[in-house]
C-alpha cells in the first residue's frame, strides 16, 4: 500500500506562487510516476501534470504550461508542483497520485494511489 499526503496548499492573490509537496510512504516510490490533478466545485477531476519514474520525463496540461513546474525527489519519497502566475481559475482541491506504470499519464484511470487532496484558492 502506497499512502500520499499533500501539503502547502492555500490562499493567494493572482500573480502569486505556491508550492505543493506530496510525501509517499511507499519503500518503491522512485518506480512510480507521479501525477497532479485538481477538481474545481462542480467539475470532473482534471489532469494538471505528470512526471516519469525517474524525473526525466514530464507532461502538463496547456492551461498550466510555463507557470507551473513538476519534480520529484525520489530520495526524499516526495514529488512537488511549483505553481508561478498563479490565476482564479487555477483555483481547485490539488491531488498527487501515483502509478505502477513508470510512465506518466493524463488519465484519472491510469493512478493506483492518491492523496487526500489539498486546497488551492487564487483571489482576483
Known amino acids: 500500500q502506497v499512502l500520499l499526503v499533500e501539503s502547502g496548499g492555500g490562499w493567494t492573490q493572482a500573480g502569486g506562487s505556491l508550492r505543493l509537496s506530496c510525501a509517499s510512504s511507499?519503500?518503491?516510490?522512485?518506480?512510480?510516476?507521479m501525477g497532479w490533478f485538481r477538481q474545481a466545485p462542480g467539475k470532473e477531476r482534471e489532469f494538471v501534470a505528470a512526471?516519469?519514474?525517474?524525473?526525466?520525463?514530464?507532461l502538463y496540461t496547456d492551461s498550466v504550461k510555463g507557470r507551473f513546474t513538476i519534480s520529484r525527489d525520489n530520495g526524499k519519497n516526495t514529488v512537488y508542483l511549483q505553481m508561478n502566475s498563479l490565476k482564479p481559475e487555477d483555483t481547485a482541491v490539488y491531488y498527487c497520485?501515483?502509478?505502477?506504470?513508470?510512465?506518466?499519464?493524463?488519465?484519472?484511470?491510469?493512478?493506483?494511489?492518491w492523496g487526500q487532496g489539498t486546497q488551492v484558492t487564487v483571489s482576483s
Open positions: 511507499g519503500r518503491i516510490f522512485s518506480s512510480y510516476a
Open positions: 512526471i516519469s519514474a525517474s524525473g526525466a520525463g514530464t
Open positions: 497520485a501515483g502509478t505502477g506504470s513508470r510512465l506518466g499519464s493524463t488519465s484519472t484511470r491510469a493512478y493506483d494511489y
